[in-house]
């Protein structure tokens, strides 16, 4: 087994073709440790979304490779995507893109009864996890009545169903305010330092960078060493 939970080299990734062919990722490099806690930063349109994507196994890399926890995710058929993508990785989007309809206990649940887990099991797992980020009494009401940060904070209650190694965050504090986006990633960074999850979290908001084992810069679809001043 590797040592990296996140290995990529050299990956490209081009959207659309021909004349309007645009490479989104130059040439990206990119290591994260078993544990480690990263967050990645860059301005707009600098593929922030697209990197994570891929690492995701949302969006496949036109050129290059990525293993996660020592699987070739890029070698693999399209079709094997969704289950890779099951095995390895929780995907907090941006937005949080809860169902609206359904509980908060429901919406965490939802992914472990289409794994096969019995609506009885997947109900009290998805009651634990969201105890987990601090939320024990509130499975049973709809997102509407949630805070900002307690929406985040069943995303990634939900990003944990299963508990995938990987964590990856795309902006997860950009809608909150100070104290709820301080929340929410102490809450995120308490999954790599307590529980040995990797997480990576896409974030150009500097009032949380301190938190950060290490901050990645990406700048124009490659990752730059020194950050700008
Ligand atoms: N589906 C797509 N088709 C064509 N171009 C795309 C597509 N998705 C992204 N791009 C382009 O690729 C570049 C990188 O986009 P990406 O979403 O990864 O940036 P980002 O760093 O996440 O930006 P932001 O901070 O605004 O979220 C941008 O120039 C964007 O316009
Ligand atoms: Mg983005």
């Known amino acids: 087994m590797s040592d990296w939970a996140i290995e990529a080299r050299g990956v490209r990734k081009v959207y659309g073709e021909g004349d309007i062919a645009y490479q989104a990722l130059r040439g990206v490099d990119f290591r994260v440790a078993r544990g480690e806690f990263v967050m990645l930063s860059g301005p707009s349109g600098s593929g922030k979304t697209t990197l994570l994507s891929i690492l995701g196994c949302v969006l496949r890399a036109t050129e290059g490779s990525v293993r996660l926890y020592g699987t070739d995710i890029t070698a693999a058929k399209e079709r094997d995507l969704p289950s890779?993508?099951?095995?390895?990785?929780?995907?907090?989007?941006q937005g949080h893109n809860l169902i609206a309809s359904m509980s908060v206990a429901d919406n965490v649940g939802l992914l472990l009864e289409l794994r096969g887990w019995s609506r009885r099991d997947a109900?009290?797992?998805?009651?634990?996890?969201l105890a987990d980020v601090g939320l024990a009494d509130l499975g049973d009401r709809p997102p509407r009545d949630l805070s900002g940060g307690q929406r985040q904070r069943v995303a990634i209650a939900r990003a944990l169903a299963g508990s995938p190694p990987v964590i990856l965050a795309d902006e997860p504090t950009a809608s909150l305010d100070a104290q709820s986006g301080m929340k929410v990633t102490e809450t995120l960074k308490a999954l790599a330092t307590e529980r040995g999850h990797t997480v990576i979290v896409v974030?150009?908001?500097?009032?949380?960078?301190?938190?950060?084992?290490?901050?990645v810069r990406i700048e124009d679809g490659r990752i730059v060493d020194e950050p700008h001043a």
């Open 84 to 93: 890779l993508r099951m095995s390895h990785v929780g995907f907090i989007f």
């Open 123 to 129: 109900r009290a797992e998805s009651l634990r996890l």
């Open 203 to 215: 974030t150009h908001d500097n009032r949380i960078y301190h938190l950060a084992d290490r901050i």
